[in-house]
Nanobody
Framework: QAQLVESGGGWVQTGGSLRLSCSAS????????MGWFRQAPGKEREFVAA????????YYPNGKKGRFTISRDVAKNTIYLQMNNLKPEDTAIYYC????????????????WGQGTQVTVSS
């Protein structure tokens, strides 16, 4: 019953925008931080963003927010990743992840992974 399900990926031209969604089902993820990672073929998995259970704490690579914004709707058990000004180097499979502690999630130690959603940015 415990699942993380991503949606919202697709094909977009350089400079375009996408909003990814990740819905958590079941009570397993209560009080969990949730976030996003991505992985392109031949590259290491990369941390994108994370957010605490109620959304009070945000985590971005190197503590710096870039073109992506993470948000959370606790009532809907859903997090979002708003991706603006997309570039070809953003092409990857984007995975939703969860961990009880936000900093550990940001360090790449999630307890749960979603199946991923493909984002392709054309040149």
């Amino acid at each position: 019953q415990a699942q993380l399900v991503e949606s919202g990926g697709g094909w977009v031209q350089t400079g375009g925008s996408l909003r990814l969604s990740c819905s958590a089902s079941g009570d397993t993820f209560n009080n969990y931080a949730m976030g996003w990672f991505r992985q392109a073929p031949g590259k290491e998995r990369e941390f994108v963003a994370a957010i605490s259970w109620r959304g009070g704490n945000l985590y971005y690579p190197n503590g710096k927010k870039g073109r992506f914004t993470i948000s959370r709707d606790v009532a809907k058990n859903t997090i979002y990743l708003q991706m603006n000004n997309l570039k070809p180097e953003d092409t990857a499979i984007y995975y939703c992840a969860a961990h009880p502690w936000g900093p550990e999630l940001a360090r790449g130690e999630p307890d749960y992974w979603g199946q991923g959603t493909q984002v392709t940015v054309s040149s």
